[in-house]
């Protein structure tokens, strides 16, 4: 018997003109008259009797002479040859003609050609004739794929056929389209013979041959080959390694087998069928990989992973195990082995084929036989290592061996990309899963770039990447000790651009392309950089109608440069820069602050009070350029006077003097010029009114608040927030200073104290990761640095072109703004700060009540002093009208923002008070803070208490006062001694009367 799963057709006398319509072929009849049919190549013949014998249509054009009936049955019984080619088309494409030829017992050839509708041929049994040869011709166009996957050729001696005649002879024109071939016979044969040219075949049974070597070679593709029921003696040739079935049962091997030498080509093994061979006695298996069939053959031992697994499908035998046999089951690492989404390969010895777990929490299937198994836990929680037991079979007494297990795989959904922070690009990496609680993971972009994780949950891991990534596909791998992930994220160029220019610093937008695309032509750099700006200027030293301007005027060449001062005047540019301009004017300058007018490359600026002239000095001296003043002014307490006709006349300075400040309150004198001349450690600002004083200063360990606590008398300065402007003064945005934290450093030699304070802009307690507010990004870059000094000896201190002196335990306060993002060329800083101050305050000295006001202003409008009376004693803070811009010192204006009733005690309100800067990269602004104390020692005025008060009780009128909820940041911590002074009451009624 041969067996092939072929092609087979029929044709049937009755039904030639199913033939004739199906292939369109003109001019055939369609009646009794078919026998005498012939066109060209095309012709129908018939025997004596009127039997149709001979069919054969060829044709080359298609014409439509009707449908085909579907339900036609074919009966050709005396045709011998059925030759079928048809042209491109056929009448009905649905009806595949191959399944219609059948009952053609005569039938010696068939050809079926150049048919589309044919797209697979059945399975076709063909009874030989006594002496037939069946010729099969089955021709497809070359755009058709042949779907001939069986052909069953059968010649099994019946009837009167010669009993040697059993044999198939079938020549294949394709081998390589045969995926199943089953041969039986010993005469039976194939042409071309088994090897390469079958080299998709993947099934072979060549049984009932007699064989005892193979007609050829295997081939390389084989899956399962049989040869059953031959004559084999040994095994003479090595197995393909695709090969997983070998059949040599019923044959006649004898003595020892090499099994392991047969199947080396094989990594897991291959199931060998020996049995039925009782001759054989011996097989060499110690690789313990192939399962064997050994039933009915001589063998009388085998290696011990077989003993381990008798009657299971891989060991079929007549043996059992030796007396008191132990499988010892081993599996590598048992201490921990790591899984991968609850599946892993576990390696050892004596494992099996993975046939074991049912009823467990897990399953095991067939790795590499006996040497491993792959497990899978199923709804198993492996996040902390857990100790099972794993049975390797189904017996009643399993193999079985201990191992412990944990969780360690990471499967990746998505990463995604953002900026929240300068220079940095962060990764949001959402997790299907993962195990954060045993393993520690690590994050690497594009296989080399490490990403630093700041925070991971259960489903996320974030983390960054400095510095920030250019726009392109990057690999992103989450990676344990044992297992990894990768997935790919992209970085387009507007993300980029937003990562790089922190959103085109907030003056712009990134375009598609990753262009920033600025708000107004008025910036360049990707929008980080207003101009022209203006960020100081001053007259010259020797000659006040120069002008030198400083700032940023553009990298384009600065060209219809034109400056105007104050709008009317015009300064005459003689050399230009991007960062300097000088100008002459042509008329002398008025005494004051002068604002300036800019035009270039198109574009407009103006800054008001960026320039100062100081009026000239009554000695003469230059009035231009810049001028140094001490910390201490010596001012003089008297006031002009007339007289009229020959009354006395006025008194001079210094008696003046003597009269208004009781001759300078007994701590010094007055010089001809009405001015005090203090003694030592007396304050000249208030003709020797108040006293320096040592005191212990504790520096704020958190934040740069001026703070001075006295006896439990306490004081408060601090910064609140810094404010952008626009050229109405309006706020554009302000960063509070609350948001975020300082990083504190203070040294000390043991006579000054220096402490830093860098404020922490990249941590944010209002921002959210959800959603950043640009300003917050903004800030990221903004350094702020405030230093605040002080020391046990008095201090001079260069601040830009002013000598400051510092009295011993005084505090400096210096803040330092640098890298701000400015919104326009117009836009300025203010630095607000906060402090409490009372609503009225007066300190009676000689019976007379002396008025100090909180908050006084130098000529230009500018607050000056800050004074605070708690007891006796008196807290001042002084704000110059210099702060340095860049590095060059500028006119700052420091302004009363706002006063505010205090909602904790009625005498009180709170202060917030404002220092102005121009538009700068480098902003330095440096005020002062001193304790002082109220010396009445010399007071000989209506009470001889030498104490003295804040006349509260005295004071007729009140101040209105509106209550905001603002948190007092000064504590009182000496309640005040209000005393009753009869002689203070008496003299105020008497006025009053």
């Not at 059993?166 to 041969?183: K, R």
């Not at 300075?653 to 030592?680: A, L, R």
């Not at 439990?712 to 302000?734: M, P, R, T």
């Amino acid at each position: 018997m041969f067996v092939v799963h072929p092609v087979i057709s029929s044709h049937c006398v009755n039904s030639v003109i199913f033939f004739i319509k199906q292939y369109g072929v003109s001019g055939a009849p369609l009646d009794s008259t078919i026998c005498s049919f012939g066109i060209g190549l095309t012709r129908v013949q018939c025997d004596a009797d009127g039997h149709i014998t001979y069919i054969r249509i060829y044709q080359t054009t298609f014409t439509n002479i009707g449908t085909p009936d579907p339900l036609t049955v074919i009966v050709l019984p005396k045709v011998k040859t059925l030759m079928l080619h048809g042209a491109s088309q056929v009448a009905n494409p649905s009806i595949n003609v191959a399944t219609y030829i059948k009952n053609l017992p005569l039938l010696e050839t068939l050809g079926l050609e150049t048919d589309t509708s044919i797209t697979y041929l059945p399975t076709v049994i063909i009874k030989q004739n006594q002496g037939s040869v069946v010729t099969i011709t089955h021709d497809y166009p070359n755009t058709q794929e042949s779907a001939l996957t069986t052909l069953k050729c059968s010649g099994d001696g019946e009837g009167s056929l010669n009993p040697d005649f059993s044999n198939c002879n079938v020549i294949f024109t394709n081998p390589e389209t045969i995926s199943i071939l089953e041969i039986a016979g010993k005469y039976s044969s194939i042409s071309p013979p088994l090897g390469p040219a079958y080299i998709y075949l993947s099934n072979l049974a060549w049984i009932r041959a007699n064989l005892t070597s193979i007609p050829g070679s295997l081939p390389p593709k084989l899956g399962a080959l049989s040869f059953a029921v031959n004559n084999f003696a040994t095994i003479p040739f090595v197995f393909p390694s695709s090969l997983a079935v070998a059949d040599f049962s019923r044959n006649y091997l004898t003595g020892t087998i090499d099994v392991d030498a047969a199947c080396v080509n094989s990594p897991v093994g291959t199931t060998v069928d020996l049995s039925l061979n009782p001759n054989l006695l011996a097989i060499k298996v110690d690789s313990c990989l192939q399962a064997i069939d050994i039933l009915s053959t001589g063998i009388t031992t085998l290696p011990d992973c077989y003993y381990c697994y008798l009657g299971s499908q891989f060991v079929r035998s007549d043996l059992e195990a030796p007396p008191n046999f132990v499988c010892n089951v081993t599996i590598d690492n048992s201490d921990l082995i790591v899984t991968n989404s609850g599946f892993t390969e576990i390696t050892g010895s004596k494992m099996g084929w993975g046939t074991g777990a049912i009823g467990q929490p897990y399953s095991l299937s067939r790795g590499k036989p006996n040497r491993s198994v792959y497990i899978a836990f199923s709804a198993t929680n492996l996040t902390v290592p857990t100790n099972f037991e794993i049975k390797f079979s189904n017996d009643l007494v399993p193999p079985t061996a201990n191992a412990t297990f944990v969780e360690g795989g990471v499967i990746l959904l998505q990463a995604t990309t953002s900026h929240d922070t300068p220079n940095l690009t962060n990764f949001t990496i959402d997790v299907f899963k993962y195990n954060p609680v045993y393993f520690n993971h690590t994050v690497t972009i594009g296989q080399s770039t490490p990403c630093i994780v700041t925070n991971f949950t259960a489903t996320q891991i974030k983390c960054w990447v400095s510095p920030a990534l250019p726009s392109g596909t990057y690999l992103v791998d989450v990676a344990n000790t044992y297992y990894n992930n990768t997935i790919s994220t992209t970085i387009t160029g507007k993300d980029y651009c937003q990562q790089s220019t922190d959103y085109c610093h907030g003056n712009g937008q990134c375009n598609q392309d990753g262009q920033c695309v600025c708000n107004s032509n008025a910036y360049y750099n990707n929008c980080s950089q207003p101009y022209p700006i203006l960020s100081s200027g001053e007259f010259g030293l020797l000659n006040n109608q120069t002008v030198s301007l400083y700032g940023d005027f553009g990298p384009y060449g600065q060209s219809n440069l034109s400056i105007t001062i104050n709008n009317t005047l015009d300064c005459t540019v003689v050399d230009k820069s991007q960062k300097v301009i000088n100008c002459t004017l042509a008329s002398q300058p008025t005494p004051g602050l002068a604002s300036v007018q800019l035009q270039v490359d198109g574009l407009e600026t103006m800054v008001r009070n960026i320039l100062k002239l100081r009026p000239a000095p009554s000695n003469g001296g230059n009035p231009g350029g810049n001028t140094t003043t001490g910390s201490t002014s010596t001012s003089s307490p008297t006031t002009s006077s007339t007289t009229t006709g020959g009354s006395t006349p006025p008194d001079t300075p210094q008696q003046q003097c003597q009269k208004q400040t009781s001759n300078c309150y007994g701590h010094g004198i007055c010089d001809g010029n009405g001015i005090c001349q203090c003694q030592d450690n007396y304050n000249p600002d208030d003709n020797c009114f108040t006293k320096f004083i040592n005191t212990t200063i504790t520096p704020n360990t958190t934040d740069p608040t001026v703070s001075f606590d006295i006896d439990g008398i306490d004081f408060q300065f601090e910064v609140v927030s810094i404010q952008e402007l626009d050229f109405d003064s309006n706020i554009v945005k302000e960063l509070f200073i609350s948001n975020y934290t300082w990083i504190v450093n203070a040294a000390t030699n043991n006579i000054t104290t220096v402490v830093d304070y860098q404020l922490n802009t990249t941590l944010s307690s209002s921002s959210s990761s959800s959603s950043p507010n640009i300003n917050d990004i903004l800030f990221q870059s903004v350094s702020v640095l405030s230093t605040i000094s002080f020391s046990t000896q008095a201090r001079d201190i260069q601040f830009g072109d002013q000598q400051l002196h510092i009295n011993a335990n005084s505090i400096k306060l210096s803040v330092n703004i640098t890298n701000w993002q400015y919104s326009s060329n117009l836009a300025t800083l203010r630095v607000v700060f906060r402090t409490i101050i009372n609503n009225d305050q007066t300190v009676e000295y000689d019976c007379n009540e002396k008025k100090i006001e909180p908050l006084s202003y130098d000529s230009l409008s500018s607050l000056q002093y800050l004074k605070v009376i708690k007891d006796d004693i008196q807290f001042n803070g002084r704000f110059i009208d210099v702060a340095l811009s860049d590095g060059r010192p500028t006119y700052s204006q420091t302004q009363l923002i706002s006063m505010t009733q205090s909602t904790n005690n009625q005498d009180e309100s709170i202060a917030l008070i404002g220092i102005n800067l121009p538009q700068c990269q480098s902003c330095v602004l440096d005020p002062d803070f001193s304790p002082l104390l109220i010396d009445k020692s010399n007071d000989s005025g209506c009470s001889k208490s030498n104490s003295w008060r804040i006349v509260v009780g005295c004071v007729v009128g009140g101040v209105g006062a509106v209550a905001i909820a603002i948190g007092s940041i000064v504590a009182i911590k000496k309640m005040r001694r209000f005393k009753s002074d009869s002689a203070c009451i008496e003299s105020k009624l008497h006025s009053i009367n």
